[in-house]
Antibody, heavy 116, light 112 residues
Framework: QVQLVESGGGLVHPGGSLRLSCAAS????????MTWIRQSPGKGLEVLSY????????DYADSVKGRFTISRDNAKNTLHLQMNSLRAEDTALYYC?????????WGQGTQVTVSS | DVVMTQSPLSLPVTLGQPASISCKSS???????????LNWFHQRPGQSPRRLFY???KRDSGVPDRFSGSGSGSDFTLNISRVEAEDVGIYYC?????????FGQGTKLEIK
Protein backbone atom coordinates (compact mmCIF):
# COMPACT_ATOMS: atom_id res chain seq x y z
CA GLN A 1 0.00 0.00 0.00
CA VAL A 2 1.09 3.56 -0.61
CA GLN A 3 2.94 5.09 2.33
CA LEU A 4 4.36 8.57 2.69
CA VAL A 5 6.26 9.39 5.88
CA GLU A 6 7.46 12.94 6.50
CA SER A 7 10.25 13.88 8.88
CA GLY A 8 12.49 16.82 9.69
CA GLY A 9 10.04 19.24 11.26
CA GLY A 10 10.68 21.06 14.49
CA LEU A 11 11.07 24.40 16.22
CA VAL A 12 13.29 26.94 14.46
CA HIS A 13 14.03 30.63 14.97
CA PRO A 14 12.97 33.21 12.38
CA GLY A 15 15.57 33.32 9.62
CA GLY A 16 16.57 29.72 10.24
CA SER A 17 16.47 26.67 8.00
CA LEU A 18 14.97 23.20 8.02
CA ARG A 19 15.06 20.30 5.58
CA LEU A 20 11.96 18.16 5.37
CA SER A 21 12.03 14.66 3.95
CA CYS A 22 9.30 12.32 2.77
CA ALA A 23 10.00 8.60 2.48
CA ALA A 24 7.77 6.93 -0.08
CA SER A 25 6.90 3.26 -0.43
CA UNK A 26 4.29 1.02 -1.99
CA UNK A 27 4.49 2.48 -5.49
CA UNK A 28 7.01 3.25 -8.24
CA UNK A 29 8.22 6.58 -6.90
CA UNK A 30 9.96 7.79 -10.06
CA UNK A 31 6.70 7.50 -12.05
CA UNK A 32 4.87 10.14 -10.02
CA UNK A 33 4.89 13.87 -9.56
CA MET A 34 5.11 14.78 -5.88
CA THR A 35 3.82 17.80 -4.01
CA TRP A 36 4.37 19.61 -0.71
CA ILE A 37 1.32 21.10 0.99
CA ARG A 38 1.00 22.87 4.32
CA GLN A 39 -1.92 23.40 6.64
CA SER A 40 -2.29 26.12 9.25
CA PRO A 41 -5.27 27.43 11.21
CA GLY A 42 -4.88 30.87 9.69
CA LYS A 43 -4.30 30.04 6.03
CA GLY A 44 -5.92 26.63 5.62
CA LEU A 45 -4.43 24.28 3.02
CA GLU A 46 -1.75 25.73 0.76
CA VAL A 47 0.02 23.92 -2.10
CA LEU A 48 3.67 24.97 -1.95
CA SER A 49 5.56 23.15 -4.66
CA TYR A 50 5.54 20.19 -7.01
CA UNK A 51 8.19 18.22 -8.84
CA UNK A 52 7.96 15.83 -11.77
CA UNK A 53 9.06 12.21 -11.61
CA UNK A 54 12.39 12.99 -13.23
CA UNK A 55 12.86 16.15 -11.22
CA UNK A 56 13.11 18.33 -14.31
CA UNK A 57 9.75 20.10 -13.96
CA UNK A 58 8.96 21.96 -10.77
CA ASP A 59 7.30 25.10 -9.52
CA TYR A 60 6.63 27.05 -6.35
CA ALA A 61 3.92 29.16 -4.82
CA ASP A 62 4.88 32.83 -4.61
CA SER A 63 4.82 32.65 -0.81
CA VAL A 64 7.87 30.34 -0.79
CA LYS A 65 9.60 31.08 -4.10
CA GLY A 66 13.26 31.93 -3.57
CA ARG A 67 13.24 30.52 -0.03
CA PHE A 68 12.19 26.87 -0.44
CA THR A 69 13.70 24.25 -2.75
CA ILE A 70 12.03 20.98 -3.69
CA SER A 71 14.10 17.99 -4.76
CA ARG A 72 13.89 14.23 -4.97
CA ASP A 73 16.17 11.22 -4.85
CA ASN A 74 14.58 8.48 -6.93
CA ALA A 75 17.27 5.99 -5.90
CA LYS A 76 16.17 6.40 -2.28
CA ASN A 77 12.46 7.00 -2.94
CA THR A 78 12.67 10.25 -1.02
CA LEU A 79 11.27 13.73 -1.53
CA HIS A 80 12.83 16.77 0.13
CA LEU A 81 11.93 20.37 0.90
CA GLN A 82 14.79 22.67 1.87
CA MET A 83 13.32 25.65 3.72
CA ASN A 84 15.48 28.74 4.26
CA SER A 85 14.80 32.21 5.66
CA LEU A 86 11.89 30.86 7.67
CA ARG A 87 9.25 33.26 8.95
CA ALA A 88 6.60 33.06 11.65
CA GLU A 89 3.97 32.69 8.94
CA ASP A 90 5.63 29.46 7.75
CA THR A 91 4.44 27.78 10.95
CA ALA A 92 2.23 24.90 9.81
CA LEU A 93 1.82 21.16 9.44
CA TYR A 94 3.69 20.15 6.29
CA TYR A 95 2.46 17.24 4.17
CA CYS A 96 3.97 15.49 1.21
CA UNK A 97 1.49 14.11 -1.28
CA UNK A 98 1.56 11.95 -4.35
CA UNK A 99 0.78 13.51 -7.76
CA UNK A 100 0.04 17.19 -8.37
CA UNK A 101 -3.14 18.03 -10.28
CA UNK A 102 -4.95 14.97 -8.89
CA UNK A 103 -3.30 14.63 -5.49
CA UNK A 104 -4.33 11.27 -4.08
CA UNK A 105 -2.26 10.03 -1.12
CA TRP A 106 -1.01 12.21 1.73
CA GLY A 107 1.52 11.59 4.48
CA GLN A 108 0.70 12.17 8.13
CA GLY A 109 2.52 15.51 8.18
CA THR A 110 5.42 17.02 10.10
CA GLN A 111 4.99 20.13 12.25
CA VAL A 112 7.16 23.18 11.61
CA THR A 113 7.09 25.97 14.18
CA VAL A 114 8.95 29.22 13.55
CA SER A 115 9.29 31.23 16.73
CA SER A 116 11.87 33.12 18.73
CA ASP B 1 -4.53 32.81 -8.13
CA VAL B 2 -7.79 30.90 -8.54
CA VAL B 3 -10.00 31.48 -5.52
CA MET B 4 -12.09 28.50 -4.43
CA THR B 5 -15.17 29.48 -2.46
CA GLN B 6 -17.07 26.82 -0.54
CA SER B 7 -20.50 27.12 1.03
CA PRO B 8 -21.72 26.61 3.57
CA LEU B 9 -18.72 26.72 5.88
CA SER B 10 -20.68 24.92 8.61
CA LEU B 11 -23.15 22.15 7.84
CA PRO B 12 -25.18 20.60 10.67
CA VAL B 13 -27.05 17.56 9.35
CA THR B 14 -29.40 15.02 10.88
CA LEU B 15 -28.35 11.39 10.45
CA GLY B 16 -29.94 9.87 7.37
CA GLN B 17 -30.61 13.25 5.77
CA PRO B 18 -28.94 14.56 2.60
CA ALA B 19 -26.17 17.14 2.53
CA SER B 20 -24.75 19.31 -0.22
CA ILE B 21 -21.56 21.39 -0.42
CA SER B 22 -20.96 23.98 -3.11
CA CYS B 23 -17.54 24.91 -4.48
CA LYS B 24 -17.15 27.82 -6.90
CA SER B 25 -13.93 28.84 -8.61
CA SER B 26 -12.97 32.36 -9.71
CA UNK B 27 -12.26 31.07 -13.23
CA UNK B 28 -13.14 28.01 -15.28
CA UNK B 29 -11.29 24.87 -14.25
CA UNK B 30 -11.38 23.32 -17.71
CA UNK B 31 -7.73 22.80 -18.58
CA UNK B 32 -6.21 22.95 -22.07
CA UNK B 33 -6.50 19.14 -22.33
CA UNK B 34 -10.29 19.53 -21.93
CA UNK B 35 -10.17 17.85 -18.51
CA UNK B 36 -11.38 19.56 -15.32
CA UNK B 37 -9.04 19.04 -12.37
CA LEU B 38 -11.38 19.44 -9.43
CA ASN B 39 -10.83 17.20 -6.40
CA TRP B 40 -12.79 16.67 -3.19
CA PHE B 41 -11.14 15.66 0.09
CA HIS B 42 -12.46 14.68 3.51
CA GLN B 43 -10.44 15.31 6.64
CA ARG B 44 -11.33 13.81 9.99
CA PRO B 45 -9.93 15.38 13.20
CA GLY B 46 -6.29 14.48 13.68
CA GLN B 47 -6.02 12.81 10.28
CA SER B 48 -4.65 13.70 6.88
CA PRO B 49 -7.11 14.53 4.11
CA ARG B 50 -8.44 11.60 2.11
CA ARG B 51 -9.45 12.08 -1.50
CA LEU B 52 -13.05 11.28 -2.39
CA PHE B 53 -13.29 12.44 -6.02
CA TYR B 54 -10.98 13.58 -8.78
CA UNK B 55 -11.77 15.19 -12.13
CA UNK B 56 -15.09 16.34 -10.66
CA UNK B 57 -16.95 13.06 -10.46
CA LYS B 58 -14.52 10.13 -10.53
CA ARG B 59 -15.05 8.35 -7.22
CA ASP B 60 -12.04 6.92 -5.41
CA SER B 61 -11.93 3.30 -4.37
CA GLY B 62 -13.74 2.67 -1.10
CA VAL B 63 -15.84 5.83 -1.23
CA PRO B 64 -19.51 4.90 -0.60
CA ASP B 65 -21.86 5.49 -3.52
CA ARG B 66 -24.01 7.75 -1.34
CA PHE B 67 -21.36 10.34 -2.16
CA SER B 68 -21.44 12.00 -5.57
CA GLY B 69 -19.51 14.79 -7.25
CA SER B 70 -20.84 16.95 -10.06
CA GLY B 71 -20.38 20.23 -11.88
CA SER B 72 -18.46 21.88 -14.66
CA GLY B 73 -16.69 25.09 -15.52
CA SER B 74 -16.52 27.00 -12.26
CA ASP B 75 -19.44 25.51 -10.33
CA PHE B 76 -19.15 22.20 -8.47
CA THR B 77 -21.09 20.26 -5.86
CA LEU B 78 -20.45 17.40 -3.46
CA ASN B 79 -23.61 15.58 -2.43
CA ILE B 80 -24.21 13.02 0.28
CA SER B 81 -27.54 11.25 -0.15
CA ARG B 82 -27.85 10.03 3.44
CA VAL B 83 -25.40 11.29 6.05
CA GLU B 84 -23.85 8.73 8.39
CA ALA B 85 -21.90 9.33 11.60
CA GLU B 86 -18.56 8.55 9.90
CA ASP B 87 -19.08 11.47 7.50
CA VAL B 88 -18.27 14.13 10.11
CA GLY B 89 -15.22 16.24 9.48
CA ILE B 90 -14.12 18.92 7.05
CA TYR B 91 -14.63 18.70 3.29
CA TYR B 92 -12.33 20.57 0.92
CA CYS B 93 -12.43 21.17 -2.80
CA UNK B 94 -9.13 21.68 -4.60
CA UNK B 95 -8.38 22.79 -8.14
CA UNK B 96 -5.42 21.37 -10.06
CA UNK B 97 -6.01 23.16 -13.35
CA UNK B 98 -4.16 26.45 -12.79
CA UNK B 99 -0.92 26.88 -10.85
CA UNK B 100 -0.78 27.56 -7.98
CA UNK B 101 -3.28 24.85 -7.18
CA UNK B 102 -5.68 26.05 -4.51
CA PHE B 103 -8.09 24.73 -1.91
CA GLY B 104 -11.42 25.97 -0.68
CA GLN B 105 -11.72 27.12 2.94
CA GLY B 106 -13.37 23.89 3.99
CA THR B 107 -16.90 22.93 5.05
CA LYS B 108 -17.30 21.44 8.51
CA LEU B 109 -20.01 18.77 8.59
CA GLU B 110 -21.39 17.87 11.99
CA ILE B 111 -24.29 15.76 13.18
CA LYS B 112 -27.23 17.67 14.65
Amino acid sequence: QVQLVESGGGLVHPGGSLRLSCAASGFTFRDFYMTWIRQSPGKGLEVLSYISGTGTILDYADSVKGRFTISRDNAKNTLHLQMNSLRAEDTALYYCARASRNIDYWGQGTQVTVSS
Amino acid sequence: DVVMTQSPLSLPVTLGQPASISCKSSRSLEYTDAKTYLNWFHQRPGQSPRRLFYKVSKRDSGVPDRFSGSGSGSDFTLNISRVEAEDVGIYYCMQGSHWPYTFGQGTKLEIK
